[in-house]
C-alpha cells in the first residue's frame, strides 16, 4: 500500500503578540512533533480529549492553519511548502466533514448551490450545467434530487450530514478529514452515516482522517488509530489490538472510562484522577504523568518519544509501557 | 417490590401549541421514582425525555399544556398553587444540567452560589451558608475548597463547574436529584469521575437520581431502573439487568443493536428512516414506521403492559 | 427541549409579508406612508399644475387656496409643488447617501471582521475617528471644503453615517467567520472574497437593512440641516431644507411657508422609522416565534 498522507513532525504553537498590548504575549503549543501516514483506502482514527490538538492536527494537515514546524506530504508533494494557487488546486483532493451539521451549511443556501459551489470555483462549471452531477451525488449519499432545490432548515441532522458529504464528495476527493462527524447525531442515525461513510469508501478507494472522541466509534470504524494527549501522539496501532491490549497508561484509563453499554460488564468505571492539564501550562516531562499510576521519577524530567514496540503496527511514547 | 414511590407519574402529556396547532411532545407516560434508585430515562433527541423532567418540578413555560398527574408527598405537583411549588423546587426536588458553564452565574464567585439556596430556602445567615458552602465541596470531592468558593466559574475546568453545580444542587438536601445529560458535554475520564460520585452521593445521602441521558453506555454503569422513550411516548421500561439482558420492545433492540462499542468490533445495524417530527407524529403506534415488525395492529396506539418489565407494542403482548 | 426535527410550512412570500404586516400594524402605516410619499415624489409633474421655480411677484406669501394648495411663497411660487420636487430631491439624496454607507460601510465592515488583526485594527480606528466627531461637524466640513452641490452632499452623508453600518456588519462578520461553514468554504478552497461576498454577506444583510432603514431617514435629516443653514443645493432648486429656511425669513407673518416643508420631513422621517422598528422586531430571533 502507498502512502497517500504522509505528516512528519508537525507542530504547531499559537502565539498571541498584540501591538501596543499592556497583556504579557502568551504561547500555546497545540501540536508538538506529530508523525503518522494514512494509505490509500486506509481510515486512521485520532481519538483523545479536550485540548489534546486533535482539530488543530486536523486543519493543518488541511492547510486551514499553517504548521510551526513539520512537513504535510500529500501523494508526494509537500503542502507547506507550495504557493496558494497551486494550494487551493490541491485543496479539492483534500476534503473535511464537520462535527456540526446545523453550522456547516450555509443557511441562505439552497442546497443546489452549495453542492455546484465547489464545481464553479475550481471547473468553472455554470450551475445549470453542474446540476446533474449534483443530483448524482445527492443520490450517492441518499438524498432524494428534489434535495436540490430545499434549504438547510429543512432537514434533520443525519441528512444534513449526508450533505455536508455530498459537498466533500463532489470534487472527487482521495482524501476525507472528518471532524467528530457523527458526534452530533442520534445513535441510530449516526450508524446510517457510518455505513454510509464506508460504502463510499468501498466504491471510491479513498481515505478517512477521522477524528472523534467515542471509542464505540473508532472501534468500529477506523483500521488504525492515533491516541492523543495534551499535543502529542501517545500510542498508534491497528485500533483492534490497541484497545485490547493499551501499552500507554492513558490509552488505558481513556478505555475503561468509557461506558459499555452492557450490565454484565457493569464495574465501577476505571478512574482516572485529577483533570487534563492546560495546553497553555502543561507538565514537563511526560504530559500524562501528573495523572499516571505508573509514573516514575525519570516522568517529569523526560518526554518520552513515540517508538516501535515488538508489536506489529504498534508504537508507544511511555518510559514504563504495559 | 413493596416500597411506595417517591414520586407517582400517571398518563402525563404535555403539548405545545406550534403554528396553530396543539402539538403532543410527551404521550401519556406513566412511571415511579422510588427511594434511594438511580432511574435512567433515555432515548434520542425529541423523543420528551427533557421535558418529562422538567415537568417534574413543573418548570415547562406557561404555553405548555399539561395532562395526568404527577403525584408527591400525596399532592399533584400538576394542579399545586405556585407558592407551594416554590417551597419544593431547590428544596425537596432539585436539577442539574448539560452546560455547566451557562447554567452558573458568571459574576459570583462560585460561594456565592451554593450558599444563595441555603440563604433563601433554609433561612441560614450567610456566614453559616458559607460554612456549609465548604462541606458540599468537600461532599462532591473538590479540593482546595476554601480556595475554590472564592473562585469564579471561568477559571473552573467543565469538570469542577459540574461539581459545583451538584454542590448547589445537594444543598438543601433533596429528595429527588434530575440530572439532565450531566456529563454530555464533559470528556470521558471527567465523565467517569462525575457517573461515579453521583453515585456514592446517592448512596451516602440516599436521594432517589433521576438521570436523564441519550448514553446507554452511561445507562448500563449507573441506572438501577431504566424507561426508554421514542418521540413522546415511554416504550419499554425495566430494571437495568433485565432491559440490557432481554430487551424486548422493538425500539429498544434496535438501539442496542445500532450503538457502536468499545470492547467489540461488530456490524451495525442502523435503524431505517428517522425521528418523526412532532408536528406530523404518526397515528398509531409512533415507532411502526421504522418497525421491522409492524403489522395490522400497529395502526392504533398500544397500552404500556403492566409489571416491572413493561413495554408498550401489540408484537409483545406476551412478555411482563 | 432537545432539538426536534421540524419542517416549516411552505409559505409564499406574499402570505409571509401579510402575516408580518399582521402582526406589526404600526409598520405597515409606516410602510404605506412611505410608499404614497415616494409615489408623490415621483409623479411630481402630475400632482401640481404649477411649476416649482415659477416666480409670481403678484402672488407672493398667499394663503392657501384652490389654485394654491399650499399657498405660495415670499417669491410667489407654488409651496404644494416645491415640497413635491423638494421631496424628490431630498429622498433621492438620502437614499442615494444611504445605499452608499450601506454598501461600503458593510463592505469595510465584513473586511474587518473577516480579516481580522492590523486590517480590523486600521479600519476600526478610521471609523472611530469618523465616529467621534458630532455627525453634522463632519458633513458641514466636507461640504464647506469642497463645495455645496448634490454629489458633495451625497458624500457628505455618506461619510457621517458609514461607520455606524461598518461596526454593524463587524460584529456578526466574527461570530460567523467561527461558524463551519466558513470553515468548509475555506476547505474547499473559496477564495477570501468569494468567501465574504457570497458566504458572509447574505448573512449579514438582515441586520444591516434595518439599521438602514433607520439612518435613511437621519440622512435625509442631516439634508434637510445642511439645507437650513446655507450649505445645501444652491437655489432655486428646491429641497425640504431650504424651503424651510427661506420661509424661516418669514415665519412671524406667514409661518406655514416653513411649516408645511417641515411637516413633510417630518412625515418621511417618521414613515422611514416606522419601517426600521418593524423591520427590527421582524429579524430579531428573541421576538419571532
Aim: net charge neutral; aromatic share 6%; hydrophobic share 45%.
Amino acid at each position: 500500500m502507498s502512502n497517500l498522507l504522509t505528516v512528519e513532525n508537525l507542530g504547531k504553537t499559537f502565539t498571541s503578540r498584540r501591538f501596543l498590548s499592556l497583556r504579557r504575549d502568551y504561547e500555546v503549543t497545540a501540536l508538538r512533533d506529530v508523525s503518522f501516514t494514512v494509505a490509500k483506502g486506509e481510515t486512521v482514527g485520532v481519538v483523545g480529549e479536550s485540548g489534546c490538538g486533535k482539530s488543530t492536527l486536523a486543519r493543518c494537515v488541511l492547510d486551514l492553519i499553517t504548521p510551526t514546524t513539520g512537513a504535510v506530504r500529500f501523494d508526494g508533494t509537500d503542502l507547506t511548502t507550495l504557493a496558494s494557487a497551486e494550494k487551493r488546486a490541491m485543496r479539492g483532493r483534500i476534503q473535511m466533514v464537520f462535527q456540526d451539521p446545523y453550522s456547516s451549511l450555509n443557511s441562505k443556501r439552497s442546497i443546489g448551490r452549495t453542492l455546484a459551489e465547489p464545481l464553479y470555483v475550481h471547473k468553472g462549471i455554470r450551475y445549470r450545467d453542474a446540476l446533474p452531477r449534483v443530483r448524482e451525488v445527492l443520490g450517492e449519499v441518499g438524498m432524494p434530487a428534489s434535495a436540490v432545490d430545499k434549504y438547510p432548515h429543512e432537514f434533520s441532522g443525519g441528512q444534513r450530514q449526508r450533505i455536508a458529504i455530498a459537498r466533500a464528495l463532489i470534487l472527487e476527493p482521495d482524501l476525507i478529514i472528518a471532524d467528530e462527524a457523527v458526534s452530533a447525531l442520534d445513535v441510530s442515525v449516526q450508524a446510517q452515516v457510518l455505513l454510509l461513510m464506508r460504502r463510499i469508501q468501498q466504491e471510491r478507494g479513498l481515505s478517512y482522517l477521522f477524528i472523534t472522541h467515542d471509542l464505540g466509534v473508532l472501534r468500529n470504524f477506523c483500521d488504525r488509530v492515533l491516541v492523543m494527549y495534551l499535543g502529542r501522539v501517545v500510542e498508534s496501532g491497528p485500533v483492534g489490538d490497541l484497545l485490547e491490549r493499551p501499552r500507554h497508561p492513558y490509552t488505558r484509563s481513556l478505555r475503561d472510562a468509557a461506558p459499555v453499554p452492557d450490565v454484565s460488564k457493569r464495574q465501577a468505571l476505571a478512574l482516572l484522577e485529577g483533570e487534563i492539564p492546560s495546553p497553555a501550562n502543561p507538565p514537563s516531562g511526560c504530559p500524562f504523568h501528573p495523572r499516571c499510576p505508573r509514573a516514575t521519577a525519570i516522568c517529569s524530567q523526560e518526554a518520552p518519544v513515540l517508538a516501535a514496540t515488538q508489536d506489529e503496527g504498534r508504537r508507544v511514547a511511555c518510559h514504563n509501557p504495559e | 417490590m413493596t416500597a411506595t414511590p417517591l414520586m407517582t407519574v400517571e398518563d402525563l402529556s404535555i403539548s405545545f401549541r406550534i403554528e396553530d396547532r396543539w402539538c403532543r411532545a410527551v404521550n401519556g407516560v406513566s412511571f415511579d421514582i422510588m427511594p434511594d434508585e438511580t432511574l435512567c430515562l433515555v432515548g434520542e433527541s425529541g423523543c420528551g425525555k427533557s421535558i418529562t423532567a422538567m415537568s417534574l418540578m413543573r418548570l415547562l413555560p406557561g404555553s405548555a399544556r399539561l395532562g395526568g398527574r404527577i403525584g408527591f408527598d400525596g399532592k399533584d405537583i400538576l394542579t399545586m398553587p405556585e407558592a407551594e411549588l416554590q417551597t419544593i423546587r431547590g428544596r425537596r426536588i432539585a436539577m442539574i444540567f448539560q452546560e455547566p458553564m451557562t447554567s452558573l452565574n458568571p459574576v459570583l464567585t462560585v460561594g456565592e452560589q451554593i450558599a444563595e439556596p441555603l440563604v433563601l430556602h433554609k433561612g441560614m445567615g450567610w456566614a453559616e451558608a458559607k460554612r456549609e458552602a465548604r462541606h458540599l465541596l468537600d461532599l462532591v470531592r473538590i479540593p482546595d475548597a476554601d480556595r475554590r468558593l472564592r473562585q469564579y466559574p471561568y477559571e473552573l475546568s467543565g469538570g469542577m463547574r459540574q461539581r459545583v453545580m451538584i454542590a448547589i444542587g445537594l444543598a438543601c438536601r433533596p429528595e429527588i436529584l434530575i440530572a439532565d445529560e450531566p456529563t454530555t458535554a464533559l470528556d470521558v475520564t471527567i465523565q467517569a469521575q462525575v457517573l461515579a460520585l453521583l453515585d456514592e452521593i446517592r448512596r451516602e445521602q440516599g436521594l432517589s437520581i433521576v438521570l436523564i441521558t441519550h448514553d446507554l453506555g452511561v445507562v448500563a454503569n449507573v441506572a438501577d431502573r431504566v424507561a426508554v422513550m421514542y418521540a413522546g411516548d415511554l416504550v419499554e421500561t425495566a430494571p437495568a439487568g433485565e432491559l440490557f439482558d432481554k430487551p424486548s420492545h422493538p425500539y429498544t433492540q434496535a438501539l442496542l443493536r445500532t450503538v457502536p462499542r468499545a470492547d467489540a468490533a461488530f456490524d451495525l445495524h442502523p435503524i431505517e428512516g428517522q425521528v418523526p417530527s412532532i408536528q406530523s407524529m404518526p397515528e398509531g403506534c409512533r415507532f411502526a414506521p421504522r418497525c421491522g415488525e409492524a403489522h395490522a395492529a400497529c395502526s392504533s396506539p398500544p397500552n404500556l403492559s403492566s409489571g416491572p418489565h413493561a413495554v408498550r407494542c401489540w408484537a409483545r403482548r406476551d412478555v411482563a | 427541549m432537545t432539538a426536534t426535527v421540524t419542517t416549516p410550512p411552505q409559505r409564499t412570500p406574499a402570505q409571509r409579508l401579510l402575516r408580518l404586516a399582521r402582526r406589526n400594524k404600526l409598520s405597515t402605516v409606516g410602510l404605506i406612508l412611505f410608499g404614497l410619499i415616494a409615489l408623490a415624489a415621483i409623479a411630481a409633474p402630475l400632482l401640481s399644475s404649477h411649476d416649482p421655480l415659477a416666480q409670481n411677484i403678484l402672488h407672493r406669501l398667499e394663503d392657501r387656496s384652490a389654485d394654491y394648495l399650499l399657498g405660495t411663497d415670499v417669491y410667489g411660487r407654488d409651496t404644494w409643488a416645491r415640497i413635491l420636487f423638494g421631496l424628490r430631491v431630498s429622498l433621492l439624496i438620502g437614499l442615494i447617501s444611504t445605499a452608499l454607507a450601506m454598501i461600503i460601510g458593510s463592505a469595510l465592515g465584513i473586511l474587518a471582521g473577516y480579516r481580522g488583526g492590523w486590517v480590523d485594527s486600521l479600519i476600526m480606528r478610521i471609523m472611530d475617528m469618523l465616529l467621534a466627531f458630532p455627525t453634522l461637524i463632519t458633513g458641514l466640513f466636507i461640504v464647506a471644503v469642497l463645495g455645496a452641490n448634490f454629489w458633495n452632499i451625497v458624500l457628505a452623508i455618506t461619510v457621517t453615517i458609514l461607520p455606524k453600518f461598518a461596526r454593524v456588519a463587524r460584529a456578526p462578520t466574527i461570530a460567523l467567520k467561527e461558524r463551519e461553514f466558513v470553515e468548509a468554504a475555506r476547505a474547499l478552497g473559496y477564495s477570501d472574497v468569494r468567501i465574504m461576498a457570497v458566504h458572509i454577506a447574505p448573512n449579514v444583510l438582515g441586520e444591516v437593512i434595518v439599521l438602514a432603514s433607520l439612518w435613511a431617514a437621519y440622512a435625509i435629516r442631516i439634508e434637510a440641516y445642511l439645507s437650513f443653514i446655507g450649505l445645501g443645493i444652491a437655489p432655486p432648486t428646491p429641497t425640504l431644507g431650504t424651503m424651510i429656511r427661506e420661509g424661516f425669513e418669514h415665519i412671524l407673518d406667514s409661518p406655514f411657508v416653513s411649516i408645511y416643508p417641515g411637516f413633510a420631513v417630518l412625515l418621511v422621517v417618521l414613515s422611514l422609522n416606522l419601517i426600521g422598528d418593524g423591520l427590527r422586531d421582524a429579524i430579531d430571533p428573541k421576538l419571532r416565534d
